[in-house]
Structure formats: C-alpha cells, structure tokens
C-alpha cells in the first residue's frame, strides 16, 4: 500500500483552543487590546481638560499663564459655532469616546467607512501637533491626548478591514458622539446659567450701595494742586490749551491719600471714578480692559485709573508661584513708560502691554513698540529694571493686599468694590445705570475702600442663604435652634479642618446660642468615591471613629470622640483611637465591632453624597464641593476665612452672634 503524507488539519476542524492560539487571532487580540487602551487614555486626558472647562478649577501644570490655559484661550482652542464658542475638549472627549465604543462594537476590525473617519482624526491630531510645536504651547494633556490618537490610529491600520456590515459600528459611533455632545452642552449651559444669575445679583448689589454712597457723599472738596510731573513729562496745560483727558493724579498726604492709581484718563472730578487692580497676562484683565477703554470713548463723566497685582512671587509676596511669568516685568515696563514720559508714556505702554497679553520676549519688541509710540528707547531698559518700578509695582500689591485682594480684576467704582463683574457686558452696563442716577461729582477723595478684615466680613454677609441638603442624623455640639448655626464640610486628618473647628469650638466653648455640625468629606476613595486620591490614609477610619462614638453613646460620646480626633490627627492609630474611646467609658470590643457597622459607613456616605449636592460656591466652579472645609454660619457660606494666615473666621463669628 502507498504510504500517505500527513495531512494539515484544516482551521475549520481544528479545536477552540487551537483556533484562539493562532498567530493571526494573538496578533488581532492584541491589536485591539493597544487600540482600547489608546482610546481610552485620549478620552481621559480629554476628560480632564472638559473637566477643567466646567469646573473652573486648575490642573496640575495647567495654571493662570499656564501652556494649557493659552491654548484653551487661543483662536484654535474653540470651534466658533455662532455667538457660542465650542470648546475643542469637548469635541476631543466626544470624539474618543464615540470610537471606544465603536472600536468596542467591532471588537478592533473597523469597516472601511469608519477608518477614514479614524484617519480624519489622525490629521486632526496632527494639525494640532503642529500648531504646538509652532506656538510653543506645551499642553501636558493636550500633547498626551494626541499621542493617544495616533496610536489608537496606527493600532487600527494594523489590525485591517473589518468584512461584517458596517451599520452597527457607525450607529454606535454617531449615538455615542450625539450622546456626549448633547450632555456637555447641558453641562456647560447650566453652569454658565449659574455664574450669569449670580454675577447678576451681585452686580445689582454692588450697583445699590455705590448709589447709597454717592447720595450719601458730602459735596466734593476742591481739587488738589497736580504733584511734580516725573523727569521728562511733557508740558502741562496752558492757558490756551485746555487739559488734556489724560493726566497725572495728586500726590497728597498719606494722611488723606486718595483712592486712585499713579496716572488717569478722564477728568479728576467726575461721578464714575473707576480703580482696577490689574494683571497684564490676566485674561479677565484684558477682556474688563477692553470694555472701560469703549467706556471712555463714549463718555466724559468717567475717570479711571490702575494698580498693579501681578499674580507672580518675583514682585508679589502675597501670591505663590509664577502663575503669570511675566507680569512682574510688564508692570515694571508700564511703570518706566510713566517716569520717562509721563502719563501719556504710562498709558501708551499700558494699552501696547494689554495687546501682547503683557507677554515681550526680546528687547526688540519693546523698543519697536516704544519707537511707534513717539519716543527714543534709549535708557528704558535701565529705568524699567531700577528699584524705583519695582517699588512702585510693591506698593501697590500692598495696598491690594490691605483691602483684600486675591484675584485680578478688582475693580472699585466710587470706592465700592463692583461684585459681579464677570456677568456679560457688567461693567458699561453698571456705569450706564450710575449715570442715569446722576450722581454728584467726586474726586478720589471721596473714595475709602473698606480694609480688608472689613471685607472679609462683608463678602459673608454679602453671600446669599443657601438652603443646605438635610443631615437625616445629625450630631449638634450645642442647642439646635441656636442664633448661630454653625456647618462645616471636613476631614479629621486635614490640618486646615482641624485649625478652623479649634477656633469654632473656642468660640462655643461656654455660649448657648452657638450650635455646631460636622459633617463628614473624607479625603480618601475607601469612603469618598467623589475624590481621586487616598491623600489622608487614616480620613476614612477617623470619620469612622466618630460615628461608631456617637452610635454606642449619644451626642456625649460624639463629642468627645470628635474633640480627640480633632486634636490629635498626627498621631491618629486605631489602637490610639480605641484607647481614647475606652477612656470617653466605651466598650473596646463594641466600639472596634461598630467601626466596620454598616450604619456608620452609611452616614459617612450620605454626608459625602450631601456635599455633592451643594451649589457653586465661588466664580466659574460647577456645583458641589471642591475644597475643604466648607464652612457655613447661618446657611451663608464663608469664602476667606483664612487669607495670607490670618485669621478672621473668629470675627466672622462674633458678626453673626451680634443681635
């Protein structure tokens, strides 16, 4: 008989097994699984930039002057859909996640439609890419989420055509697209809704006691002699020439120093005096900047002048870090312009800087600008890097400090800081209802902003009640129908929760008309699904601790337990914590059992799904809680209670005690 060659068993009688070892399927396993996680690390770092958009909060790197923000803020950064800007973040997170579920539904064999639609997004990718590069604009999660497309992209071209129909691959892409886009579009309606209905109201308030001032304001008193105009001013006015609209201010007393910058436009005596403390990098700056300059244009009746606050430790103490790397030398360059030339070199200087975004990076920038001004450059560089700019740029961010400042604009109208300047077109909208009251003209004379600790205070009894999601189980260290209701979102670990219960519970100490409830907003994912970091690992079992306290022995037990937690976070342990509890007279096993009970970890939970419930609490965040702790006296929440170290939650607290 004929001996018979061993024959090959063909794919289709080969085992299971068999068939999911073979090179071709390990190649397309792994294939897909490259093109999952491609997408989906472009999706998250999408993710944290709309993230970002939405909250108003910063990311790591991605800071006031930061790459990311003047990406974001530049003419590529949004889709001009309208009077509405759509920001490319968003189109970028609906982008991925569309092709994650469709790289999903055909399991990495896309059809042929859906490639090119993939390789539509590759050169999207690339222009983008390319204008980095060129800017300069070293985006950490703009450049990753690129990264991520063009592996997901050469991942698919490996992988190869996709034989089925191609219908569900496309439903899935377009439904998810649609899907997002319909929601971040809800997302960002609401939370512009917010800061417009806000902004309004406190427009509206600031408008009312500017009102109540100017009527209550005493009739002017005669202007002062202008002060010695610096070296190299032009001539003053004579008596066939009348004034110019822009002048040089007085420089009287410190004893009756007035309200106003160094240098002003418009007339020294009028009844809208504005003073801005600006930023020239400061984006909001720009904007306000660009609003008071139409303002002038079109009025005589308004005068305005400006301090400095660049938001840069090189110049300003009272801020940390470099959020706006040049700020300092833009300041100091505008302060030279006016010792060389005057008010009218200030200004000149001041409006070339708004243009640039306060950003020169050579010396030839600058005395281009200079030499189209009118002037010779010589000698300014020297002038701008003297002690005297700096000290004047210091000056001013003192005087800022005093009164409060910690953002940029601020901006004071008749010596009344305006709130609610973010609104749309807030600042002509507010000089136009002013002037309809014809106010009496005054001169910054009139004009004494309230010190800082005063506004510290104001800004709390400026903030609306806020109706605070119910706490079903309560612990109240104090009578609960007290005239002070004391409520503060916080961590047991966290050092600035715990410095501001010591000062609440110093308050209380020996007074019947203070009630105090903590509730609980542990910095750590065991407990708190709505933080991204365990950053104090023993958050959850302290919370714990003082539940399971007030579980096995009332408000008695809770309040001791909540004391001893409070003053002694660094050395929490839990045999440290049962030792305490067996001292406050509990049961050790009883309280060790009642730790892990599910009562307890479902009152941490219900306070921490609370939290999440809270309005917007500051300009540009979305609602719910961001920062800790939150503190709330009598349903007002309290923005600075801790600003630059000192301390005024204290006398917060003695404002709201008084009858």
């Known amino acids: 008989m004929a001996s018979r060659s061993p024959t090959r068993p063909s794919a289709t009688s080969a085992s299971p097994a068999a068939r999911s070892m073979a090179p071709g399927v390990v190649v397309a396993r792994k294939s897909f699984v490259l093109g999952l996680v491609a997408v989906v690390f472009s999706a998250d770092m999408s993710l944290l930039l709309a993230i970002e958009h939405l909250s108003g909060l910063n990311l790591p790197g991605c800071g006031p002057g930061s790459a990311c923000q003047r990406a974001a803020e530049g003419p590529w950064g949004a889709l001009p859909l309208g009077a509405f800007a759509w920001p490319v973040a968003y189109l970028g997170l609906a982008y991925f996640l569309a092709a994650l579920v469709a790289w999903a539904v055909a399991r990495g064999a896309l059809p042929t439609l859906f490639r090119y639609v993939v390789r539509l997004g590759a050169l999207v990718s690339l222009f983008y890419c ?120 007085s420089a009287p007393p410190p004893a009756e120093k007035p309200f106003t910058g160094r240098y002003r436009r418009g007339p020294e005596r009028a009844p809208i005096r504005i003073v801005m403390f600006t930023d020239f990098q400061c984006r909001d700056c720009r904007r306000i900047e660009q609003e008071v300059q139409q303002i002038l244009s079109q009025r005589s009746d308004v005068s305005l002048s400006i301090k400095h606050f660049p938001f840069n430790d090189e110049c300003n103490p009272y801020v940390s870090g470099k959020d706006h790397p040049n700020a300092c030398w833009a300041a100091r360059a505008a302060e030279a312009a006016g010792l060389l030339w005057g008010s009218e070199g200030f200004w000149k200087m001041h409006d070339w800087l708004f243009e640039v975004q306060g950003v020169f990076s050579t010396s030839q920038e600058v005395e281009q600008a200079i030499r189209g001004f009118g002037y010779n450059p010589a000698g300014f560089f020297d002038v701008m890097q003297s002690p005297e700019t700096l000290a004047r740029v210091q000056t001013d961010v003192q005087e800022g400090n005093e009164l409060g400042l910690f953002f940029t604009p601020m901006i004071f109208i008749n010596g009344v800081e305006l709130k609610g300047w973010y609104a749309k077109d807030a600042l002509p909208r507010t000089v136009a209802e002013l002037a309809a009251r014809n106010l009496p003209p005054g001169t910054p004379e009139d004009d004494r902003p309230p010190a800082a600790l005063e506004k510290y205070v104001a800004d709390w009894r400026d903030e609306r009640v806020h109706k605070l999601p119910p706490d079903e189980h309560p612990w109240w260290l104090g009578p609960p129908e007290a005239r002070v209701r004391i409520v503060v979102w916080g961590d047991y670990q966290e050092p600035l929760t715990t410095e501001a219960d010591g000062i609440i519970r110093a308050f209380a100490a020996g007074r019947n008309d203070v009630t105090y409830s903590f509730r609980h907003y542990p910095f750590n994912t065991d407990c708190n699904p709505h933080v ?12 714990q601790a003082a539940e399971a306290a007030g579980q096995l022995g009332g408000p008695t037990a ?39 009970a599910p009562g307890v970890a479902a009152r941490i939970a219900e306070d921490v799904r609370a939290a999440k419930m809270l309005p917007s609490l500051r300009y540009g965040a979305p609602p719910g809680l961001h920062a800790i702790p939150a503190i709330f006296i009598n349903g007002k929440y309290v923005p600075r209670w801790r600003p630059d170290r000192r301390q005024v939650l204290d006398v917060i607290l003695r404002a709201a005690a008084e009858p």
């Not at 971040?184 to 009102?211: C, F, N, T, Y």
């Open 558 to 596: 809770h309040a001791a337990m909540h004391a001893w937690l409070m003053d002694n976070a660094p050395q929490f342990s839990e045999d440290a914590v049962v030792a305490a509890a067996v001292e406050m007279g509990l049961d050790a096993a009883a309280f060790r059992a009642a730790l892990d």
């Open 532 to 543: 991204s970091t365990k950053r104090f690992p023993h958050a959850c079992r302290a919370a």
């Open 130 to 249: 390319a204008l980095i590069a060129w800017e300069w604009l070293l985006c950490p999660y703009c450049i990753a989420a690129h990264v991520g497309n063009f592996v997901f992209w050469f991942t698919m071209e490996r992988a190869g055509a996709a034989a089925p129909r191609r219908a569900p691959v496309l439903t899935a892409f377009a439904a998810t697209f649609i899907v997002v886009t319909i929601g971040l579009a809800v997302g960002d309606w609401q939370m512009q809704s917010h800061i417009r209905s806000k902004g309004e109201r406190e427009r509206s308030e600031s408008v009312q006691k500017i009102v109540d001032r100017g009527t209550a304001t005493q009739p002017a008193r005669a202007v002062t002699a202008p002060a010695t105009a610096p070296a190299g001013t032009p001539a003053g006015p004579t008596a066939d020439r009348p004034p110019p609209v822009t002048t040089t201010t």
